[in-house]
């Protein structure tokens, strides 16, 4: 059973974003990428299934510029098997990534689609639904547990009230949550390795696939900045401010 993992390259969480002057967006120049946390969980996922068994072959994909194949190579040195990338300049929405990723599950025909439930950047979580959708497969979002059964695979998803369990008939799209593992760091041996593994470049137009974006950005803005908090003396002065001054109880 073949597993496809899509990756996303972000601004590395540790980063401070900064918005650009003119408002069209954040800086990423000079700013240190990498691969965005939920797809580094998806990938580890893919990879114990592998080992357990339960997988064949770990294919990991991205789209983007040329820098993702980096974030291709971070995804080979954790342990997956080959990589495929679509290049493209143009930025791309949770639509187009939908339709690049619906492209290449019909040219491999993976059983699972094992990617993150959202990309720190945009924020979307849109694009395994999107992805779900157009194929009209099964899909289990916010995964915090996956086991595979018979022909089938039993997905825990983290819900507002607790714990939901999905039975998912197979193809599968699965987004996963923070807390279904926790990824293995790629060891200097295995980078190595990694060097050497295939990766396959392709554009959206070798996939029939329009990436045109569907939504103007208009502008982007820093957050208001907060106000400095106060320490207060007893819960009577908190509940008199809270009465008082901040007007919510
Ligand atoms: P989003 O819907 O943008 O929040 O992204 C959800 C997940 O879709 C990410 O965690 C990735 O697994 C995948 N994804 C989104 N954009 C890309 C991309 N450009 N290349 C590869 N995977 C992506």
């Avoid at 899509?6 to 700013?31: A, F, L, M, S």
């Avoid at 924020?123 to 497969?137: R, Y």
């Avoid at 547990?145 to 039975?167: H, I, M, N, P, Q």
């Amino acid at each position: 059973m073949k597993v496809l993992v899509p990756v996303k390259r972000v601004i590395d969480y540790n980063v401070k974003i900064r918005v650009k002057p003119d408002q069209t967006g954040v800086e990423t120049q000079n700013v240190k990428m990498a691969m965005n946390p939920f797809c580094e969980i998806a990938v580890e996922e893919a990879i114990r299934m592998r080992e357990a068994g339960v997988a064949s072959e770990v294919v990991i994909f991205s789209a983007g510029t040329t820098q993702s194949q980096e974030t291709i190579r971070t995804g080979l040195a954790m342990g997956g098997d080959r990589g495929i990338l679509v290049e493209s300049d143009t930025p791309l929405e949770p639509l187009a990534v939908a339709k690049l990723l619906k492209a290449v599950v019909e040219r491999e025909g993976p059983e699972i689609v094992l990617l993150g439930k959202q990309a720190i950047d945009g924020d979307n979580n849109q694009t395994g639904q999107m992805l779900a959708a157009l194929l009209g497969w099964s899909q289990g979002t916010f995964a915090s547990k996956v086991e595979k059964a018979d022909g089938s695979l039993k997905v825990t998803r983290e819900v507002d009230g607790g714990l939901e369990t999905l039975d998912l008939k197979l193809p599968a799209v699965v987004s996963v949550d923070l807390r279904l593992n926790e990824p293995r760091y790629a060891s200097l041996p295995n980078i190595m390795k990694a060097k050497k593994k295939p990766i396959e470049t392709l554009t959206p137009a070798d996939l029939g696939v329009d990436v045109a974006p569907r939504v103007q950005v208009l502008k982007v803005v820093e957050p208001p900045a907060r106000e400095a908090g106060v320490k207060v003396a007893s819960v009577a002065e908190l509940v008199d401010k809270l009465k008082n001054e901040a007007k919510v109880i």
